[in-house]
């Protein structure tokens, strides 16, 4: 009899371990923004090549169709002294071994696989399959069981994850005495054994004062271990990333933890030169630990803001300039225009601005490019300026996880679901400015990624605008509303690029229309074009070949939707009207007197940014003192031969 147990606590013990690989411990949901999320693998034995593995995630949602959404391929990792390789974002204790994007694994019911396959074995959208299959799991969250992707995956349980903010948990694997394999939700227990066996380890903590200092400053870090070494510890340490390097910093980065202690600092000099290398991220990363030494966290970003920004010769949208920036429409770009009127005016227009032998498209992810550089903020290169909320922000601020707290993303003017464009596979892709999809009209899938309906934007605002349309959003209380008029035309651009949009009165839920066109062409009216609108204007065009046309012709929108509807367009300029946009006005922003330098004005009339005129001056001589509140004004300059609408700021 005791043969037999023997015998069959042996079998037990082997069947637990039929395959080299198995999934150790899933966590798909902690906190509730998935900032410490990780899966851990475990080996047979201690430090096992995963060369020719990967893991497939599977969506069990019923958009999902329990098909592939991610794939992670394992080749040049191997498991720790444990037999364990831990993979999850940054936000995981201690540091996992292959760092991924924060919430990218999902909560479920889904479900993960291990396959001793090649990553093109599993594209976007591959159904779940036991061919080449080691090891599967399909978890869940709570959620009813997925019956058809337990069948796929030849699994007869979904497994539970029942943590909590407060309480988190991971699913983990067990294996008892009697070596018979079971699972259940516990504390977290990543890079170690989930039954507290196994060599121990020791983790060690990055830690700084702040993460943001200004070139010229000093800087502790500080290192401590978990517990006291039991001998002298040395280790090196980089802060290398991207740009930053040796050259911009000293310090020293080769470190001893004397035994018996658990801690040790380094202070890190950051040098002050005259490069205007943008605001730059120190990555601090260890180098050469050995197990069982192990990071406690690791690749912890420091910013380091660069102090040579560049100010560019014309204004922000609340401190405006015009006439500094020149557009940059090749000779006779919209000649085909002139003489036409209604739906000739518009096909034409359209015909220039959606030629598809010219015209190019580019990925969503390229817009960050093309963004960084259309809105870079005028008064400091290393920022975006923000729509709406009338702000920069630095470059590096962008949104890449799921906090959005002081982060800036992509905001589309057109909302895409009011639009109906969406994203596909190669948006994830930034190819650059060389490689492009050919576009026309009814390319209306290109307008998800068209520069000039995108623009930066608080990432918290942004998600507050939803997909409103403008009238029922005005922007946020207290700013000075300068983003309208450049709305305004942003989306009216769109009805004549693309086929399917329009532009309409009210607020409409159907899918193609935007609202309200009354609102936007007050907006357009009474915040006119200004140099940052024509330069972001000229950089997309670099891109993508087309402008738009609102900004170059600001006319054109009473031609199309306006108080000229059904009139001739004749593009061509008065020798009056030239001397008008000539005028300049000075200083601005002014704190109360404004002195004005061109031809002969016979009337000035100052309108709010809602469009109410708050006063007039009939006789002119070259200054007006305003008397008026700090904020943002539009001023209507009357000539004999003409008028002239200017955006001032009095402070």
């Known amino acids: 009899m005791q043969r037999f147990l023997i015998v069959l606590v042996l079998f037990l013990f082997h069947n637990a371990w039929s395959q080299v690989l198995i999934i150790n411990e899933l966590d798909p949901d902690s906190p509730s923004t998935d900032t410490a999320e990780f899966i851990e693998i475990k080996s047979q034995t201690p430090n096992f090549s995963t060369d020719g593995y990967i893991l497939v995630f ?74 080449n299959l080691v090891d599967a799991m399909v978890y869940g969250t709570n959620d009813s069981d997925d019956t058809v992707l337990l069948g796929l995956l030849g699994e007869t349980i979904q497994y539970n994850d029942n943590g909590t903010n407060a309480n988190p948990k991971s699913i983990q694997r067990f294996v008892n005495g009697m070596g018979v394999e079971s699972f ?74 004397l035994s018996g202690n658990n801690s040790i600092s380094t202070t890190i000099n950051l040098t002050d030169d005259s490069d205007d290398e943008g605001d730059e991220v120190i990555s601090i990363q ?34 405006p300039t015009t006439g500094i920036v020149q557009s940059t429409q090749p000779d006779g770009y919209y000649d085909s225009l002139d003489g036409l009127s209604d739906l000739a005016l518009r096909q034409a ?44 922000r630095a470059k590096l601020d962008l949104q890449t996880g799921s906090s959005n707290a002081g982060k800036w993303n992509r905001e589309h003017t057109f909302p895409r679901s009011r639009g109906g464009f969406f994203d596909i596979e190669e948006d994830e892709i930034a190819d650059g400015i060389d490689v492009f999809w050919t576009t026309e009209a009814d390319s209306l899938r290109h307008g998800n990624s068209d520069a000039h309906a995108l623009r930066a934007a608080d ?108 009139e001739v367009w004749d593009q061509q300029l008065s020798i009056e009207e030239n001397e008008l946009n000539a005028i ?31 006063k007039q001056f009939s006789e002119v001589e070259n200054f007006i003192d305003l008397d008026l509140a700090s904020g943002l004004y539009l001023l209507k300059l009357e000539s004999e031969t003409g008028f002239v609408t200017r955006k001032i700021v009095v402070e």
């Open 58 to 131: 599977f969506n069990g949602s019923s958009s999902g169709a329990d098909s592939s959404y991610m794939v992670i391929n394992l080749n040049g990792y191997t498991t720790d002294i444990n037999g364990l390789l831990v993979i999850g974002s940054t936000g995981v204790y201690p540091s996992p071994q292959l760092l991924i994007s924060e919430n990218v694994i999902q909560n479920g019911a889904d479900a993960v696989g291990i396959y001793q396959a090649s990553v093109n074995d599993f594209p976007e959208g591959t159904l779940a399959t036991q061919t």
């Open 286 to 319: 260890f180098t050469d630990l050995v197990e069982p030494i192990v990071p406690g966290n690791n690749n912890v970003e420091v910013r380091v803001v660069d102090n040579d920004f560049t100010v560019a010769a014309w204004g922000t949208p609340i401190n």
């Open 459 to 566: 990432a918290v605002e942004n998600s507050s605008r939803g997909n409103q349309h403008y009238g029922e959003y005005i922007g946020p209380s207290g700013t000075l509303g300068s983003f309208r008029g450049d709305v305004a035309r942003s989306v009216l651009y769109m009805e004549i690029r693309y086929n399917g949009l329009q532009i309409v009165n009210g607020f409409p839920d159907i899918t193609g229309q935007l609202g309200d066109l009354a609102t936007l062409l007050d907006w357009h009216r009474n915040d006119p074009p200004d140099d940052f609108e024509m330069n972001r204007n000229n950089v997309v065009y670099t891109w993508q070949f087309n402008r738009n046309p609102f900004i170059d012709q600001p006319d054109l929108v009473e031609y199309i939707w306006g108080n000229n509807v059904g």
């Open 349 to 392: 227009l359209q015909d220039i601005i959606a030629d598809p032998n010219v015209v190019r498209a580019q990925t969503y992810s390229d817009v960050i490019d093309i963004l960084k550089e259309a809105d870079q903020n005028p008064a400091n290169s290393n920022q975006v300026w923000l729509l709406y909320t009338e702000e920069g």
């Open 184 to 257: 259940s939700s516990a504390l977290p227990t990543p890079r170690r054994e989930n039954d507290g066996s196994g060599v121990a380890i020791n983790p060690i903590q990055i830690s700084v004062s702040n993460t943001q200092y200004d070139e010229g400053s000093s800087f502790d870090i500080t290192f401590t271990a978990e517990t006291n070494v039991t001998s002298d510890l040395n280790f090196n340490i980089s802060l290398d990333n991207f740009g930053f390097n040796t050259s911009d910093f000293s310090g020293n980065t080769s470190l001893t933890i």
């Open 584 to 614: 300049s006005l000075y200083p601005n922003p002014t704190t109360g007197r404004l002195y004005i330098n061109g031809n002969d004005i016979v009337n000035i009339e100052i309108y709010s940014v809602e469009g109410k005129r708050l």
